[in-house]
Nanobody
Framework: QVQLVESGGGLVQAGGSLRLSCAASGRTFAFGFYAMGWFRQAPGKEREFVAGITWSGGSTYYADSVKGRFTISRDNAKNTVYLQMNSLKPDDTAVYYC?????????????????WGQGTQVTVSS
C-alpha cells in the first residue's frame, strides 16, 4: 500500500510558475523502483495525463499541451516526485494528482498507474 500526498498548488497569474510535490510513503513501497506520474482534472472534464517519469528517472514523457513548459523530476532519497510548471496558462487550471505505477521496474511509456493522491488545486488567473 502506498500513500501519496501532493502539495504546492495555489493561485497564480498567467505566465507564472508553480512547483508541485508529491511525497510517497508505505511500508512495502520502494519508491525508487516505481514509475510516477502527474495527471490533472479540470471542471467538467476527464482526468488527463500530464507527465510521467520512469523508475530510473532516465526517461520522461509529457502531454503535448504542457511540453516545453512543465518538467517532471524525482528525488528517490526523499521519496518525492515534482512537477515544475512554468509559463502557466488559464487552461492549466485543474486539480493535479500524483500517481504511482502498479508494477516496479517499468521502462518506456506503458505506464499502468494504480495508486493516486488526493490532489492539489492549481488555479491560473488571466
Amino acid at each position: 500500500q502506498v500513500q501519496l500526498v501532493e502539495s504546492g498548488g495555489g493561485l497564480v497569474q498567467a505566465g507564472g510558475s508553480l512547483r508541485l510535490s508529491c511525497a510517497a510513503s508505505g511500508r512495502t513501497f520502494a519508491f525508487g523502483f516505481y514509475a510516477m506520474g502527474w495527471f490533472r482534472q479540470a471542471p467538467g472534464k476527464e482526468r488527463e495525463f500530464v507527465a510521467g517519469i520512469t523508475w530510473s528517472g532516465g526517461s520522461t514523457y509529457y502531454a503535448d499541451s504542457v511540453k516545453g513548459r512543465f518538467t517532471i523530476s524525482r528525488d528517490n532519497a526523499k521519496n518525492t516526485v515534482y512537477l515544475q510548471m512554468n509559463s502557466l496558462k488559464p487552461d492549466d487550471t485543474a486539480v493535479y494528482y500524483c500517481a504511482a505505477d502498479r508494477a516496479p521496474y517499468r521502462d518506456g511509456k506503458n505506464f499502468d498507474f494504480g495508486s493516486w493522491g488526493q490532489g492539489t488545486q492549481v488555479t491560473v488567473s488571466s
